[in-house]
Each structure stands twice: as structure tokens, then as C-alpha cells.
């Protein structure tokens, strides 16, 4: 009776530990991470991929919806590749499209590219 019990324990503790997730890092500290000049990969390896994608060729901006719900906004701003800026907030699409006046949105929710 004794094993059973403590089975029985033991199982209920580890089912607890299984059911508690890491706690969500701070927007603020996940951006931390971007700094001016990474490469488009490495925001990703850091931070994930992003919800959103504007702009084309290399010049392009990455909004991530961040923190518990996914109701604080961040956008990386690339040029060449390369972290040219990071603000709190949405992109802003006429600073994307840069030079080139073509735009691309992706949404990673619906999976649809439509050009502008």
C-alpha cells in the first residue's frame, strides 16, 4: 500500500512540474538581444520568427507581437540585411519600402504574401 501511495505521488508531483512553462521574458529583454547590424538569421535564432513581414530585397521589417498575450509590438527594421533600427510599435510601411516603392506584407497567421 505503502508503493502505491507513493507512486501515486510521485506522479501527481511530476504531472505539476510538466504543467508549469518557463515564464514569458520581458518585451523589453527579448529585444535587448537585437543590436544595429546583426543579420536577418540571427534575429531570427534570438528572438524567432516573426509574425510579420514587410518590404522586399534585403530591405525589409520584422513585427514581432511579444510578451504573455502577444500585445506588445516591436519591429526590426533591415537594410541590406543587416538590423538598421528596432522601435517599440508597428512597422511603418514608407519606412520599409526605403528606395524601392514595391511592398510586400506576409502574415504569418494566414500565410498569404500579397504585393502592393
Do not use: H, W
Not at 520584422?62 to 509590438?73: I, P, R, S, T
Amino acid at each position: 500500500m505503502n508503493k502505491v501511495v507513493s507512486a501515486a505521488l510521485l506522479s501527481a508531483a511530476l504531472g505539476l512540474s510538466a504543467c508549469m512553462s518557463s515564464p514569458t521574458p520581458a518585451p523589453e529583454v527579448s529585444m535587448a538581444r537585437v543590436t544595429r547590424g546583426m543579420a536577418q538569421n540571427d534575429v531570427i535564432a534570438r528572438i524567432g520568427p516573426p509574425d510579420r513581414v514587410r518590404g522586399a530585397n534585403g530591405n525589409e521589417c520584422y513585427q514581432y507581437a511579444l510578451g504573455k498575450y502577444g500585445d506588445v509590438l516591436f519591429a526590426v527594421y533591415f537594410r541590406n540585411q543587416a538590423v538598421a533600427a528596432a522601435e517599440r510599435g508597428t512597422c511603418n510601411l514608407e519606412i520599409t519600402r526605403g528606395s524601392d516603392s514595391r511592398g510586400i506584407t506576409y502574415s504569418a497567421s494566414d500565410y498569404a504574401t500579397t504585393r502592393r
